[in-house]
């Protein structure tokens, strides 16, 4: 072996060994050069800041570093820590360190944001010996394209388009080379930087393949049925894995085919409902890459930038604090502020109801969920949050506006997720629970208790006055 030349896995948001082609090609160059290899991570804490990354959530990275770095280390690969503040450190410490450490090739997995991307961009002007992998997503982005060869501006033919790429594609597992690298003791990780306990998240890639296969034996049968019930343990809950990459799209999908091998081409089986959402996943990852607009805080429909947002502080931070009035929706936040996770269903309820009842810009609700989610991903928190706001990239109009009186009634009929996150309504009954805590007579007399707070808005007076204020995105 040629100690003196080093080869690179540079670790990012793929916190995982199998089905990583960046891992998979670092151990096969590293191998046949016979090189000493070597992972880093390299942590940005004022990036992060800037980005909104929940502490939440750097915890949950810094536990999967630590499960990863034991599972290197059985493998003969030390993975190093390095604390580079901003990603422009970064560039500056990888050109230094492959100088210093005679290093002939690194090998990372791509990333679709925008600063992610123009770091990236600079590395290679640099003249770094980097090879990115793209697997973020199962395909590419920019490859999913319509007749004109450009982005589908609406998920249902990038679906169909999706599913064709992808039954005709041929899937191969990646199968790491042996390496002549003896087990080594792990460096213990730590991250400097702020951060809120994640120990209700198994952390590791092996925890994250026992879960998706928990999940394929025991509910993805029952996910069509179950999944909008909040009260339910009824979703995946792999968002967080998905995210930093503990667990790839590609081990979902292989999951998905083991127990139905034909979801790719009928869409009768009962895998159908979860595969659409992993497409989903690609859909708006594909959307930040071909619209970089997305990753710059802009409207999808340009007409979307006329719309005069309320922007009221106050209610705002009730919002947030889930003091709205409206039972669901507060159970919902409260949900998000206590367990740094919010049930699928109430996203859209709950950011519905900030963007249309109470007209502030969807930009602000974007950005709290963003600065609380252990599962926080730019691609699908703008996607959701557009798509809710009626300023995304959607067939549907700007006039879908959730009742969250409607949703609360047929999704939490009996109260359960109600009762769990908003306790002072415990002594309430089914009956009353679900509507909106309107003063009635006299200002005592709240139509659900007199010990919760009064609702802010009035759904029909809310509906009206967002359908005025939204008309402009049809406009030509």
């Not at 502490?55 to 993975?79: C, K, M, S, T």
């Not at 805080?297 to 007409?303: A, G, I, L, R």
């Not at 009730?318 to 409260?334: F, H």
């Amino acid at each position: 072996m040629d100690s003196n030349n080093i080869v690179v896995i540079w670790f990012r948001q793929d916190l995982r060994i199998r089905e990583n082609e960046s891992v998979t090609s670092a151990f096969r160059f590293a191998a046949e050069k016979q090189c000493r290899l070597i992972a880093l991570y390299l942590s940005s804490p004022e990036q992060w800041q800037s980005h909104d990354v929940a502490p939440i959530q750097i915890d949950f990275i810094e536990r999967n570093l630590n499960h990863l770095a034991v599972e290197l280390a059985q493998l003969g690969v030390p993975l190093k820590h390095f604390q580079t503040p901003t990603f422009q450190d970064q560039i500056e410490f990888l050109t230094e360190f492959c100088q210093k450490n005679k290093v002939i090739q690194i090998f990372a997995g791509k990333e679709p944001e925008w600063n992610e991307k123009q770091r990236d961009a600079q590395l290679i002007s640099h003249g770094l010996p980097i090879e990115f992998t793209d697997e973020h997503c199962i395909l590419a982005p920019g490859t999913v394209l319509n007749q004109q060869g450009q982005m589908f501006k609406v998920f249902t033919p990038f679906k169909k388009k999706w599913r064709e790429m992808v039954s005709q594609h041929h899937l191969q597992k990646a199968e790491l080379v042996e390496l002549n690298q003896k087990e080594i003791v792990p460096e213990k990780i730590q991250i400097d930087a702020a951060k809120v306990k994640s120990s209700d998240w198994p952390a590791g890639e092996k925890a994250a393949l026992s879960l998706l296969k928990r999940f394929c034996e025991s509910q993805l049968t029952s996910y069509k049925e179950q999944r909008d019930f909040p009260s339910l343990k009824g979703t995946s809950q792999l968002s967080p894995y998905l995210a930093m990459g503990v667990l790839s799209p590609k081990q979902c999908l292989y999951a998905i085919l083991h127990y139905f091998p034909q979801a790719l081409v009928e869409a009768t089986t009962p895998a159908e409902t979860w595969l659409s959402e992993l497409i989903w996943r690609e859909f708006y990852r594909h959307l930040i890459v071909a619209f970089p607009k997305l990753c710059k805080n802009q409207n999808f429909k340009s007409n979307a930038d006329a719309i005069q947002w309320r922007n009221d502080q106050a209610e705002f931070k009730a919002w947030c604090e889930g003091k709205t009035g409206y039972p669901v929706v507060d159970a919902a936040m409260r949900q998000l502020n206590q367990t740094g996770w919010m049930h699928n269903r109430m996203r859209m309820v709950t950011a519905s109801f900030l963007s249309k009842h109470l007209l502030i810009d969807w930009r602000w609700g974007e950005r709290y969920f963003k600065q609380h989610l252990i599962d926080g991903d730019l691609a699908a928190n703008n996607g959701g949050w557009q798509w809710s706001a009626g300023t995304g990239c959607d067939a549907q109009p700007y006039f879908r506006i959730f009742n969250p009186i409607e949703q609360s009634k047929k999704f939490d009929n009996e109260g359960a997720f109600i009762y769990h996150f908003v306790p002072e309504l415990s002594s309430v009954s089914t009956k009353a629970l679900h509507q909106a805590n309107l003063v009635v007579q006299e200002p005592e007399d709240h139509a659900i208790s007199n010990n919760y707070c009064v609702a802010i808005v009035e759904h029909k007076l809310a509906r009206s006055r967002a359908l005025e204020a939204m008309k402009v995105i049809s406009q030509k």
